[in-house]
């Protein structure tokens, strides 16, 4: 049977781009977009090379969208190697701290933390009927407090809560095969990141990739970049 992985905001960016990767190493890809059509959409030259991708509606922010996700893949596998929790929104970068709003932060949150550790707990269940399982939450050195300074508080502080959800992920899970690990992708060409950022897509998917399928087992609870344990 081949090995399986879901994959959150799957229909751009990395998101994709981690999609593609693992579809061609033979990974079953469940590629989850908050809108249908999009990942339908983003999807369509990978399943014409042959790629076996399911697209699943999967809006990270919204928990019954989580839940009829995680009853959805379920229903197809019967267990899950491999979880990307990679959906994220930024607010404004050069928004000062004084004038980050609540709606802001609750929305971020929502989305950059909260929801990974929803989806994380959705699709537990599946995670362990596998002898390895893997969560991986993309997260930034946006989030390290050692290097935490003014940029995008919101985007910052829901990164650097989503290292401590890795953290207690990981520490929950101890024991139980399943790996739990932040990454830093570096600054890659995406919406986000923009298109005078340093890195392509296949390079800034390239650790994340490697924690779904290479890494050693025993590596959880770390915070990485290209392939090596950094600060938190
Ligand atoms: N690009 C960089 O330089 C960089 C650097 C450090 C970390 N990262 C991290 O890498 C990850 C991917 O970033 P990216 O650059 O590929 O960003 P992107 O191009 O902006 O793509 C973001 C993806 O997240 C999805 N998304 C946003 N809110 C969602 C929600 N509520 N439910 C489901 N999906 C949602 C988007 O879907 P829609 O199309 O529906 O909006 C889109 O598919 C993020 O976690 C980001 O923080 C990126």
Known sequence: MPKSA?????????GLEVVRQLSQQGFHVFAAARRREAGEKAVVVLRESGAK???????????TSIRAAAQTVARQIAHLDVLVNNAAILDEESRSVFATEAATMREVLATNTIGPLLVAQALLPLL???????IINVSST??????????????SISKAALNAVTRQLASALKGQGIAVNSVCPGWV????????????????????????????????GQFLRDRKVIPW
């Open 6 to 14: 879901l994959i959150t905001g799957a229909n751009r960016g990395l």
């Open 142 to 155: 946006a989030g390290s407090l050692n290097e935490m300074g003014t940029y995008a508080p919101a985007y």
């Open 128 to 134: 362990k009927k596998c002898p390895a399982g893997r």
């Open 189 to 220: 060409r995406t919406d986000m990141g923009g298109r005078h950022a340093p890195r392509s897509l296949a390079k800034g998917a390239e650790t994340i990739v490697w924690l779904a399928t290479a890494a050693p087992q025993n590596l959880t």
């Open 53 to 63: 991708v399911s697209v699943v509606e999967l809006d990270v922010a919204q928990e």
